[in-house]
């Protein structure tokens, strides 16, 4: 039997993706019979349940009236110092460069060579928006090359890491993309669709159900989304429904009301999982300007999905171009529309979109499969080879 990990787990513990795939990775490799510490703010959402070898260090940022702002960075790192000591760690996995890379950083100079390993995942807008940001970028370059191990999900990621933060070619960069669990997110029989779509409120079976799920940024184009919408619902019988909230909703709301299409796009809020809805769509909807990976449009094409989708930084890698999906350049609302409408007027297209949406997803983002990639890593990275 191979040497069990002691492994500390650092994530935004909220709905976006990189906690989700933080989490997944912290609960497979403690099905694994690793010992997993999650050190965060809160309880990761995913994590809803006790399991074995799983457990959470809560890191409590005190207030005090010096601190106008209370230094979350220093107080993880105070965290996982006492973690790390009190538990063995051998490794730290960081999700997202800023500030999280920093706090292992620091917490490993505590600790001297008594210090775990670090690998830091790096999950998007750390890069793309934050980390090229010229108030953090000495920190977030420094952090990222004094990590043991850095991982990204795309080659697009890979890339503006060396070009954006100027982090060398010599610093090895492992691409290990995004997964789904395939077993959950999988398509339906007809009789089940119907069901869920009747719990939408969607009776009618000739209508053609789009969905959109994400935090509802500025990134996400949220008006692109609706804007497409109401092209295609003009030409088709169709229902948008909108998952998760975030800045953008209040701005949302009022253009569907402007567009007269209160009964035609419903807004859900934010919900513990998106699987029953996507087993209740046909179409998956992600005009974004920003998406290194698009966890969200793997997810629906895991459940037989084909996604319409800006041809925007990481998207192209996950969503093949006319073969599990349509592409349009970022802000092309008429070209979003047009795919949406072509796509759902044929049905054999459609058909054989759906079959191979599933089929990449199963083929090459599979849970286990990628899961086992990060342990192989950590292997690899606690040998000295990162
Ligand atoms: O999409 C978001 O804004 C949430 C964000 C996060 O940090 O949780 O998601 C990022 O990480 C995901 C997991 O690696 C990727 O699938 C998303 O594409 C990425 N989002 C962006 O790059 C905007």
Known sequence: MSEQ???GITCYPTYGGSGVIATEIGMAMARRGHKVHFICYDVPRRLDRFMENVY????????????????YSLALASKIVDVATYEELSLLHMHYAVPHATSAYLARQIMGNKAPKVITTLHGTDITLVGKDRSYLPITRFSIMQSDGVTVPSLFLKQATHDKLNVPTDCPIEVIPNFV????????????????????????????LIIHVSNFRTVKRIQDVIRSFALVRKELQSHL?????GPERCDAEALVRELGLEHDVCFLGKQESTVE??????????PSENESFGLAALEAM????PVVASRAEGIPEVVKDGETGLLADVGDIEGLAKNMISLLEDGERYKSMSEAAR???VENYEMNAITARYEEYYRRVLRGWG
């Open 56 to 71: 959470f260090h809560e890191v409590e940022v005190r207030d005090n009236p010096l601190f106008t702002y209370p230094p």
């Open 181 to 208: 669990d395939t077993s959950r997110y999988s398509p339906v029989e007809p009789q089940r669709k119907l069901e869920l779509r009747r719990a939408l409120g969607r009776c009618d079976q000739a209508e053609k």
């Open 302 to 305: 895991s459940c037989g999905l």
């Open 359 to 361: 089929r990449l997803a």
């Open 241 to 245: 429904v909108m998952v998760g909230d």
């Open 5 to 7: 990990l002691r492994i």
């Open 277 to 286: 809805v996507l087993q209740a769509g046909d179409l998956f909807l992600l």
